[in-house]
């Protein structure tokens, strides 16, 4: 069984900063479980992963400048809430555990204020150590000491995050005026406590305290249980460097993903990405956020392209183990190559529309054909709308059913669809193509089907989580990206997976039917890496 949870969400806004299968101490109450049988494998081909949505206890003044003690304090408050969550996981049988980003020191500091809770951090590839076993090796490594002997304790891998320093000298023309280095940093430890590698964050969310590293860091890691495994932090997932790169040059199939991510509706929640790229790319993603239900922070996961365990609470202050079996292997969905004999009457007729050959359907008494290159747009107004900061055009999506398009620059997206029952909800299908550019600047290509705020055409694109409108449908468009990552989310922050994905005829496009409760959204996002 797969236990799948989703909690309660509120109004969520944008801040700057930063198989045969059982989960395991699924948390109850105001979450979900939903189970899906699964065919049985036998126990090898997977692995038990762990990641914990962390409430971590922060400064109350982040501006303020303190002490080494003083930083180690409150630091060490929150790495006894670690040790707790590795010794629960341990007695669960975790091979690996994955904490989130900004979890042991906070948030919101200046690049002097921080300093007091910075470790040193000594190259992995250069100095092989063991920070519990050598405690007295290097000065300023009393958080590195402690995270090393929690990996050692619980004989697990562990991922966490920590600023660290690293002292440069005036020759570098890259060395702050200061005179060191400081980086967002990821640290993994191997089940003996040994320092495996670290990765320093490349694209910096808007984060004074640190510097974006002179060079890209590719970090791989090899664990017994399951081979290699990528790494990257919280807005990397949004760019190429590191992580295209990383599953594209160095065959990774797990990523460990450290976030302090703060949701935005309706594309870009923390389980929906994860669960998008994970899907999109085929890989197995161990994903840990923050948890700071006040602001917007919350969304965890272990994502597979077949099946999630998340957990998303808005109402919850409390953290959240999140522990499950993983494939060694993940499945990928069925593409189009592979889905011959799967066809049913609306893939058919999909196929028609994009082939641009009438479509004909009998019933008893006539033959009715409708042009696929007939859009009956004049009933439909064209509007635009304000979503995720970026100016969409949209429709609406009226009736019991229909084929729907709407264009933007050179991105065309199309719906085709049905509803088992109308609902009072307005929906509509948008798109947009062009240069976001609020909050971090990137090219993105998006057809996205969402439901409205309310009844007016301009709540169309505002945040909503709860929805009853359920539909079977095609999405899709002429994407002129390769890199598009399904966004799928419907009512009580549930995620869904695609029934099918892939292109077809020089277009992208994804198909659901049978939704398990209220379509919030559904999109196809894709990311043109060269314009940014």
Avoid at 144 to 155: F, H, I, K, P, T
Avoid at 157 to 184: E, I, M
Avoid at 205 to 234: L, M, N, Q, R, S
């Amino acid at each position: 069984m797969v236990s799948i949870m989703s909690g309660a969400s509120s109004k969520l806004a944008l801040f700057l900063f930063g198989c045969y299968v059982a989960a395991l101490g699924a948390h109850t109450g105001k979450h979900r479980v939903a189970e899906h049988r699964m065919a049985e494998h036998h126990v090898a081909e997977y692995y038990v992963a762990a990641v914990y949505e962390h409430q971590s206890i922060l400064s109350p003044d982040p501006l303020a400048l303190t002490s080494r003690k003083q930083a180690l304090e409150l630091m060490n408050q929150n790495l006894d809430i670690y040790e707790q969550q590795v010794m629960a996981a341990a007695q669960k049988g975790v091979q690996i555990i994955v904490f989130p980003e900004d979890g042991i020191h906070g948030f919101n500091f200046t690049r002097t204020s921080i300093y007091p809770f910075l470790d040193f951090m000594p190259s992995p590839r250069l100095v092989r150590w063991n920070p519990c076993l050598e405690p007295h090796r290097f000065n300023d490594t009393e958080v590195l000491q402690r995270l090393s002997c929690m990996a050692l304790r619980g004989e697990m891998f562990l991922v966490a995050n920590l600023g660290t320093k690293q002292p440069c000298h005036s020759s570098d023309p890259g060395c702050p005026n200061d005179g060191r280095y400081q980086f967002n940093t990821n640290v993994v430890f191997s089940s003996n406590g040994t320092l495996v590698d670290r990765y320093r964050k490349h694209n910096l969310y808007f984060e004074a305290a640190f510097d974006t590293p002179p060079k890209v860091d590719y970090i791989t890691f090899d664990t017994p249980f399951a081979g290699k495994f990528g790494i990257f932090t919280c807005f990397d997932i949004l760019f190429f460097e590191p992580g295209i790169s990383l599953l594209r040059d160095f065959k990774v199939k797990h990523i460990v993903h450290p976030t302090a991510w703060m949701n935005q509706l309706p594309l870009l929640a923390a389980i929906q990405i994860q669960h998008g790229f994970a899907i999109a790319l085929g890989i197995n993603m161990l994903a840990a956020n923050i948890h700071h239900p006040s602001l917007g922070m919350t969304g965890s996961g272990i994502h597979t392209p077949l099946q999630s365990f998340w957990h998303h609470d808005m109402e919850n202050p409390r953290g959240h183990l999140i522990v499950a079996q993983v494939a060694k292997n993940p499945l990928g969905l069925i593409g189009t190559e592979n889905a011959t004999g799967k066809m049913g009457p609306s893939h058919a007729k999909f196929l028609k529309i994009l082939a641009g050959d009438p479509y004909c359907e009998k019933d008893a008494h006539e033959v009715h054909c409708e042009g696929a290159a007939k859009w009956n747009m004049d009933a439909l107004p064209l509007f635009h709308s304000e979503m995720m900061y970026d100016n969409f055009t949209l429709v609406p999506v009226w009736g019991k059913e229909g084929h729907l398009r709407v264009c933007a620059n050179g991105l065309c997206c199309y719906l085709l669809y049905q509803r088992p029952d109308l609902s009072t909800e307005l929906y509509a299908l948008g798109v947009f193509d062009g240069l976001h550019t609020v909050h971090g600047t990137y090219y993105v290509q998006v057809c996205a089907l969402v439901k409205c705020g309310g009844l007016g055409l301009d709540t169309c694109g505002q945040e909503i989580t709860e929805a009853t409108g359920k539909f079977e449908f095609h999405l899709w468009g002429n994407f002129s990206t390769s890199y598009i990552f399904p966004l799928f989310l419907t009512s009580g922050m549930t995620l869904e997976i695609p029934d099918q994905m892939g292109w077809e005829n020089d277009h992208y496009f994804m198909r659901k039917s049978g939704l398990s409760s209220g379509l919030v959204t559904a999109a196809l996002y894709g990311r043109l890496y060269d314009r940014d």
